[in-house]
T-cell receptor
Framework: SQQGEEDPQALSIQEGENATMNCSYK?????LQWYRQNSGRGLVHLIL?????REKHSGRLRVTLDTSKKSSSLLITASRAADTASYFC????????????FGKGTLLTVNP | KAGVTQTPRYLIKTRGQQVTLSCSPI?????VSWYQQTPGQGLQFLFE???????NKGNFPGRFSGRQFSNSRSEMNVSTLELGDSALYLC?????????????FGDGTRLSIL
């Protein structure tokens, strides 16, 4: 079953605008990760946030984590056409499961 | 440093055949995971290997199997192919697993079953 669930499923914005994607999960986690996937390619790791962290930045990306609400958000500021891709959150359930559980993803389209 | 390499990139098979997919992880990475990606089910975990040992397996039938070699390269095999096995198969590597470690993905093998 999919633990991480992204919202919205699709998002279309203009270049220069900010994009916010949300992710919810169900069980306790050690970390939550965000990945990007361009059409027909593999996933590219963006950010990993640990369960004891509340916010993390990387360039134009900002990720927040609220473990009490079991949710995370990914903010992309000043979006570019090259940001057009699918974005996935992934969680590792607490314990030694040795796997990531991915959500269905958010398809972001940035129009020039 | 070379990334994760998956071969072949594309594969066309017919029902009933079997297929072997290959994954070469980043040098020094000992953990290799496999995922199946389809439009309907999204990304589904298949299995994870570390130092030639399978540590976790997803909810897939026994037709799906894998192994890891001493140089960390991994293969997955699907026997008696079904139409529903058409998917993008992704391999990911990391130093030691998913615990607080990013996963590095290859570009996948696109498997089409006719």
């Amino acid at each position: 079953s999919q633990q991480g669930e992204e919202d919205p499923q699709a998002l279309s914005i203009q270049e220069g605008e900010n994009a916010t994607m949300n992710c919810s999960y169900k069980t306790s986690i050690n970390n939550l990760q965000w990945y990007r996937q361009n059409s027909g390619r593999g996933l590219v790791h963006l950010i990993l946030i640990r369960s004891n962290e509340r916010e993390k930045h990387s360039g134009r990306l900002r990720v927040t984590l609220d473990t009490s609400k079991k949710s995370s958000s990914l903010l992309i500021t000043a979006s570019r056409a090259a940001d057009t891709a699918s974005y996935f959150c992934a969680t590792d359930e607490g314990g030694s499961n040795y796997k990531l559980t991915f959500g269905k993803g958010t398809l972001l389209t940035v129009n020039p | 440093k070379a990334g994760v390499t998956q071969t072949p990139r594309y594969l066309i098979k017919t029902r009933g055949q079997q297929v072997t997919l290959s994954c070469s992880p980043i040098s020094g990475h000992r953990s290799v995971s496999w995922y199946q990606q389809t439009p309907g089910q999204g990304l589904q975990f298949l299995f994870e290997y570390f130092s030639e040992t399978q540590r976790n397996k997803g909810n897939f039938p026994g037709r799906f199997s894998g192994r890891q070699f001493s140089n960390s390269r991994s293969e997955m095999n699907v026997s008696t192919l079904e139409l529903g096995d058409s998917a993008l198969y992704l391999c990911a590597s990391s130093l030691g697993g998913v615990y607080n470690q990013p996963q590095h993905f290859g570009d996948g093998t696109r498997l089409s079953i006719l």
